[in-house]
Structure formats: structure tokens, C-alpha cells
């Protein structure tokens, strides 16, 4: 089992100390799967969170068990001062009651964006105690200091019920990109936004493991390349067994195409310092 860099305590005493000492600053922390925090001065944001047992629970007797590889970074409820979460899509690890139900409890006036075609079974998934934005495809909205768009995801297919969402924030702009292929025309849609970061799926697509259709490492390195990031994160691997892939590929693909990057182990922070 992978211990966390930071957990629990340790873990939020460094959010603490970041925000406190460095409040102009960009800190983005990697909760695991394709979930982060991130935060700019009193703005804390939690983009697609998973931070429970639901899913190794669930599939537990079957022939698709979700066995653990990573522990968990910190308890969903102890993440506070939150203003906005992201859900890019339905799939648990991205949409999950156990995560998000302790997190809003604690955040009561937090807002969780959905893709519009979502925002039912997301109300149904959680209940009316979750104060619910749908945002749909092409759509942007501002709330407070961050301002989010809505752009297209391919997870196996390009529907309006899988979102990636670019995020403007202080004087950065992320593209969580959601779990997404390539599809035609991707780059140039993506292009315009020049990320400074992007959160990018490596995990690929194994149709005999049951896993739904992502960028492998070399195709998530190659598209932030040809969208201008200039910094490629990876993420969903190393979470459950069955549904991972080492990030040796996307390094070598970036180090190939002069790409930045950053590898961030779970628990660990990233700071970009105030321009």
C-alpha cells in the first residue's frame, strides 16, 4: 500500500502553513485518483474528489474488485473554508455521495458544478443538501474569484454528460480535462485557454479490465503540448489495482516534446509562486 507524502494532521497542517505564508501564491495538492485542492489566497478549490472506501466497498464480491493501492490522503469532512467543487462527470470516483455528503456538511455554502446533463442524477445521488450548478457544454460561469468553463470530454464517446472544465483563478488558468480520449479537433478547442496547468488522465483503456476509455501517458503528454499547458500534471493511476498505469511514458513523452511537467506523489503540494 502507497502512503500519502502528507496525511491527515500532516496534510492539512501544510495547507495551513501554504496559505498562510505564501496567500499569493497558486498550491494545488493531489488527493489521489483525478481529485485536487487547489488554493489562491482565501479561495480553496476541490476538483474531482474520491476520499472513501465507496467503491472497494461495493465491488468487494465481485469479479471487479476495486482493491486499493494508494490510503487515503484525508478525510473529506476535515477539508474546510471550500467554495467550489467539480464534478466532471458521473462515475463514483468522480461523482461520489460518501465524499462529497461529509464535504458539503462541512462547506455548507460550497457550490458543485456538474455537467448540465448531469445535474439530475447528481440531485438524486446526493439529495437537496448540496447546493447543486449545472454548467452546461461551452457555458462559462463566475463565482467569486474563479471563473469555470465548461469544455468537451471524450469517455469512450464525446457526450454532453462527460465535462472537462477550465478554471481561471487569480492570474492562473487550469484545464482539468475530466476522463477524456482524444477526439478530432481537441487541441485547437483547448489551444486559446493556455493552461499554465493541466490535469491529465493517463490510465488509457483496457476494454478486457473493464476500464472506460482515457489518455495514456504518451497521448496526455502529446495534448499538452499541442493546447500550449505550460505544465502537464498526471493523474487516475495508482488508486485501485485493476485501473492503473506508471507515469514512466508520459515522462519520457514530455521530456521527448520539451513538455514541463510535474509528477506530484498523493499528498504532495505543488506551489506556483505570485507573478
Known amino acids: 500500500m502507497i502512503r500519502p507524502v502528507l496525511q491527515d494532521d500532516a496534510f492539512l497542517a501544510d495547507v495551513d502553513h501554504a496559505t498562510a505564508t505564501q496567500p499569493e501564491a497558486l498550491h494545488v495538492w493531489w488527493l489521489g485518483q483525478s481529485g485536487y485542492l487547489v488554493a489562491h489566497n482565501s479561495t480553496h478549490l476541490v476538483l474531482d474528489p474520491y476520499l472513501s472506501e465507496s467503491l472497494s466497498e461495493k465491488y468487494a464480491a465481485t469479479d471487479k474488485p476495486h482493491t486499493r493501492m494508494t490510503e487515503r490522503v484525508v478525510a473529506p469532512e476535515r477539508l474546510v473554508g471550500i467554495s467550489l467543487v467539480t464534478s466532471s462527470h458521473n462515475h ?14 462541512s462547506n455548507p455554502m460550497a457550490q458543485l458544478i456538474v455537467p448540465a446533463e448531469n445535474l439530475a442524477f447528481a440531485a438524486e445521488r446526493l439529495g437537496s443538501s448540496t447546493n447543486l450548478m449545472a454548467l452546461g457544454i461551452g ?19 464525446l457526450l454532453p454528460c462527460y465535462a472537462g472544465y477550465v478554471l481561471k483563478i487569480g492570474s492562473w488558468t487550469l484545464y482539468h480535462s475530466g476522463d477524456t480520449l482524444l477526439y478530432p479537433g481537441m487541441a485547437e478547442k483547448l489551444a486559446p485557454f ?5 490535469f491529465l488522465p493517463i490510465n488509457g483503456r483496457l476494454p478486457e479490465r473493464h476500464v472506460s476509455g482515457n489518455l495514456w501517458g504518451d497521448e496526455a503528454a502529446q495534448l499538452a503540448k499541442a493546447i500550449g499547458a505550460r505544465r502537464a500534471i498526471p493523474c487516475h493511476y495508482e488508486l485501485f489495482t485493476f485501473n492503473t498505469e506508471p507515469p514512466d511514458l508520459f515522462i519520457q513523452t514530455c521530456d521527448t516534446l520539451s513538455q514541463p511537467y510535474t509528477v506530484l506523489r498523493a499528498g504532495e503540494r505543488l506551489t506556483l509562486p505570485a507573478v
Not at 145 to 157: F, G, I, K, L, R
Request: no cysteine; net charge negative; glycine share 2%.
Open 194 to 198: 493556455a493552461p499554465d496547468i493541466a
Open 92 to 105: 463514483t470516483d468522480h461523482l461520489d455521495a460518501q465524499t462529497l455528503l461529509p464535504l458539503f456538511a
Open 139 to 157: 457555458e462559462t460561469v463566475t463565482l467569486g474569484s474563479v471563473q469555470v468553463t465548461a469544455v468537451p470530454a471524450a469517455h469512450d464517446e
